[in-house]
Nanobody
């Protein structure tokens, strides 16, 4: 069965960095685009970044494009989200999903908290 397992979240101070990982299994990873989403308390889930199968195409939410990089390793079946210059408003649960523009499977999420 399809499984997406996120890791790498935690508590970080403003201005800090984190790299999130999403390990995929149960499907042919390099047949699918992948994406990261986040949901802050009291807000709707939003798409943060997507990456195509070959990594040739990426897209980012305007609110994060200056501080976030999505990448993937098709040999390891992992998609990454590098986050820099984190701000308190980046605090959210971050989810990995299968898909580039539409999404059919989701991970359980990893909490990112940006706080002093």
């Amino acid at each position: 069965q399809v499984q997406l397992v996120e890791s790498g979240g935690g508590v970080v101070q403003p201005g800090g960095s984190l790299r999130l990982s999403c390990a995929a299994s149960g499907f042919t990873f390099n047949d699918y685009g992948m994406s990261w989403h986040r949901q802050a308390p009291g807000k709707e889930r939003e798409l943060v970044a997507s990456i195509s199968v070959s990594s040739r195409n990426t897209k980012y939410a305007d609110s994060v494009k200056a501080q976030i990089t999505i990448s993937r390793d098709n040999a390891k079946n992992i998609v990454y989200l590098q986050m820099n210059s984190l701000k308190p408003e980046d605090t959210a649960v971050y989810y990995c999903a299968r898909g580039y523009t539409s999404f059919d499977y989701w991970g359980q999420g990893t909490q990112v908290t940006v706080s002093l």
